[in-house]
């Protein structure tokens, strides 16, 4: 399971103590417990995926088992890195979960879909907090120890690296779109977000210079009128990207669906390849050699922390 060593963005779940005295505990790192209260939450939201992804029982069986094994190494090295933040002495201020709770809930459109939304993952408020505070506790922890520690890329670094990847320099086709998107939502279905998708594309059709200003109106999306900014293939989901790539500069789209809803897109801009010139390409090779560099500092130190800890997997039947 690749870790964004960045953000940390999976929740720490957590369940009061009082509902633990009964838990089982999975495993231990240097004693603290890992309970299957946790560990069940977490598996939740992937257990669905794996049923729809797998061919048969036998594939389910043998993805569970990996999914299993990938979600607790997450969660053993989460407590890893909590137990050194506790050693270290991190702190984080009331007012810095005040701002990440902010930030997260900067993400919703109104304060009825983020309550719904933490309700769906089992959280209550102070849970939240406490959640935000082990996350950023980590990022503080992972900033001092490793961040603070890695050089950026030096001109000489940078150029060799152009001069010795022009493949990597090289910008494939890209698109851009603005787009009039419905949200699938359990209250709302399938068939009258279908009529409400017709009657605005029948407008946007007639009258194509509205386009931004339905998009503002009518999308559960709509910041910048819709606008995707310029996107190469690969960089969006299949069922999304496809429809985008066949339209011509002005085009408008039929109504496609994708697994999070319909789609109306209109092409605003495309790009042909093109290869980079060294000074086009300077920032993405420094964030590139930098990213990698943290990646591999990153990697060594958490094993390392990893292998001063004493690890027990109490329920090894659980994966066999």
Known sequence: ????????????????ASSRVLDGIVA??????????EFSERIKPFQ?????????????EKLEKRVKKEILDAMIEEKVLLIKAEQENMQITKSEVDQGIAEIRARFKTEKEY??????????????RENIKNQLITI??????????????????????????EDKMIVGEQVRVKQIFFEFKDNAPKK??????????????NKPD????LAEKYSSVPENAGDTGYFGRGEKIPEFEKPCFKLNVGEISEIFETPLGYHIVKCIGKNAPDKKTYEEAKDYIKNYLYSAAMEEKYTAWVRDLR??????????????
């Open 115 to 128: 309550t719904e939304e933490i309700n769906k993952q089992g959280l209550t408020d102070s849970k939240m």
């Open 28 to 37: 231990t790192v240097n004693g603290k417990a890992i309970f299957y209260s």
């Open 140 to 165: 503080k922890l992972i900033n001092k120890e490793v961040r603070s520690n890695i050089p950026e890329p030096n001109e000489k670094e940078m150029k060799k690296f152009y001069e010795g990847n």
């Open 1 to 16: 399971m690749k870790k964004n060593i960045f953000a940390l963005a999976a929740l720490l779940i957590t369940v009061p």
């Open 210 to 213: 509205t386009f931004s200003a």
């Open 307 to 320: 292998d001063q800890a004493a690890i027990k997997i109490l329920d090894k039947k659980l994966f066999e």
């Open 48 to 60: 669905a995926q794996v049923k729809g992804t797998a061919q048969s029982a036998e594939d389910t």
């Open 192 to 205: 009258e977000l279908m009529v409400k998708a017709k009657s605005v594309l029948s407008e946007a059709r």
